[in-house]
T-cell receptor, first 112, second 116 residues
Framework: QKEVEQDPGPLSVPEGAIVSLNCTYS??????FMWYRQYSRKGPELLMY????GNKEDGRFTAQVDKSSKYISLFIRDSQPSDSATYLC????????????FGIGTKLQVIP | DGGITQSPKYLFRKEGQNVTLSCEQN?????MYWYRQDPGQGLRLIYY???????QKGDIAEGYSVSREKKESFPLTVTSAQKNPTAFYLC???????????????FGSGTQLSVL
């Protein structure tokens, strides 16, 4: 079993829809949770960063962490065609980024 | 503009050839990392460096080598010993190595390496 599971998609939604992207994990030691957006053949860009459980909001993006269920989510409100990209979740126990574990990414397409 | 610059964007390797991927950062970050990205797989760590003149193997270091002679530079050499080098290579950096609570991991734009 992988430490981090993420559905690769693709996920297609109409413009304006609310998008829900998710990752599950098996290692209860993860404390730091990140979401990256990656456009095709570009480097990942950090979108959201949360520590421990709870919600964090930034504009149209909301990150949610449920440590009891080992489940994290990224919600995108009023999705735009420019949101079409691959979204990677990443998790860290602590002790340096050399120990970060990435999901395989979910490919999202927002259709105008 | 501060950031991480990777070059070239595309690189082709012939059989038995070593090739070097460049990574330069002007963010004054201490730590630098090399990842490999393959379709259907998460990013995998090849090598990382926490300070100048020091580096450590990651999960898939075989067939690769690195150097860290300057703080801002962390080149990756893909040697002929790496039998399946075709992948998208990403360089990253972070300010420190052991303070993830208020510091982030930043990526370059990547190099696509293909075998001729």
């Amino acid at each position: 079993q992988k430490e981090v599971e993420q559905d690769p998609g693709p996920l297609s939604v109409p413009e304006g829809a609310i998008v829900s992207l998710n990752c599950t994990y098996s290692n209860s030691a993860f404390q730091y949770f990140m979401w990256y957006r990656q456009y095709s053949r570009k480097g990942p860009e950090l979108l959201m960063y949360t520590y421990s459980s709870g919600n964090k909001e930034d504009g149209r993006f909301t990150a949610q962490v449920d440590k009891s269920s080992k489940y994290i989510s990224l919600f995108i409100r009023d999705s735009q065609p420019s949101d079409s990209a691959t979204y990677l979740c990443a998790m860290l126990r602590g002790g340096g980024y050399q120990k970060v574990t990435f999901g395989i990414g979910t490919k999202l397409q927002v259709i105008p | 503009d501060g950031g991480i610059t990777q070059s070239p964007k595309y690189l082709f390797r012939k059989e038995g050839q070593n090739v070097t991927l460049s990574c330069e950062q002007n963010l004054n970050h201490d730590a630098m990392y090399w990842y490999r990205q393959d379709p259907g797989q998460g990013l995998r760590l090849i090598y990382y460096s926490q300070i100048v003149n020091d580096f450590q193997k990651g999960d898939i270091a075989e067939g690769y080598s690195v150097s860290r002679e300057k703080k801002e530079s962390f080149p990756l050499t893909v040697t002929s010993a790496q039998k399946n080098p075709t992948a998208f290579y990403l360089c990253a950096s972070s300010p420190h190595t052991d303070r993830p609570d208020n510091e982030k991991l930043f990526f370059g734009s990547g190099t696509q390496l293909s075998v001729l």
